[in-house]
């Protein structure tokens, strides 16, 4: 029988190799993917996330879990799908036009997974037209926008009058971040929330969601 407290440890210590044999084996003995997720990974990566919060961990460590969570999520994917499984919500990702800074979007987009969301990952320098395809074909519930420059910060405000003018703005929510992103410059532009780092991403998309 397999130990899943691994699995956990793993997650925790980044490492995927182990993460994703942990992930067969336990698949292979029958064991529910949902339970695996909400049991053993969902928790490490609130785990990491904690740690991060109070500067145990750093980015290397956080992209180190980050991996081999997306290693385990891989195989249990497409079963959660078939199962019927839905997601948490449906997050579309991307630095604004402009910007083609990566690192803190790649670690979102992991953190955002970890805490059960679908993530559609639309890369750097992502025009507003691409956010709101996202929404139209995808069904992204969420848009999850950032920015590195102080420079490509207006993109942001940009993006959100082009949802306002495609009249889809009541469909989604939006949560933005990025080194130069405050709070007030958020409730400025109409965000829905704000995040000061990749940890505390997953409760601003819960926050936005449940209100």
Do not use: W
């Amino acid at each position: 029988m397999q130990d899943l407290q691994q699995l956990h440890e793993a997650i925790l210590t980044g490492n995927a190799k182990s993460a994703k044999a942990i992930t067969e084996a336990a698949l292979a003995e029958g064991i529910e993917p949902l339970k695996l997720v909400q049991e053993f990974m969902m928790p490490a990566m609130n785990e990491v996330g904690r740690r991060f919060e109070c500067n145990e961990y750093f980015v290397p460590e956080l992209l180190l879990s980050a991996r081999a969570m997306k290693a385990a999520l891989e195989l249990l994917r497409p079963l959660l799908a078939a199962r019927g499984a839905e997601p948490v919500g449906r997050v579309a990702i991307g630095t604004v036009k402009g910007d083609l800074h990566d690192i803190g979007k790649n670690l979102v987009g992991a953190m955002l997974e970890g805490g059960g969301y679908e993530v559609i990952d639309l890369g750097v320098n992502v025009t507003p037209e691409q956010f709101i395809t996202a929404v139209k074909e995808k069904r992204a519930n969420i848009i999850a926008m950032s920015a590195l420059l102080t420079t490509t910060m207006s993109a942001m405000k940009t993006t959100i009058d082009a949802i306002k003018a495609a009249g889809i703005r009541d469909q989604v929510k939006i949560i933005i971040g990025g080194a130069p992103i405050t709070e007030k410059f958020a409730g400025e532009i109409g965000a829905d929330g704000f995040s000061e780092s990749a940890a505390g991403a997953v409760s601003a998309a819960h926050k936005a969601v449940n209100g």
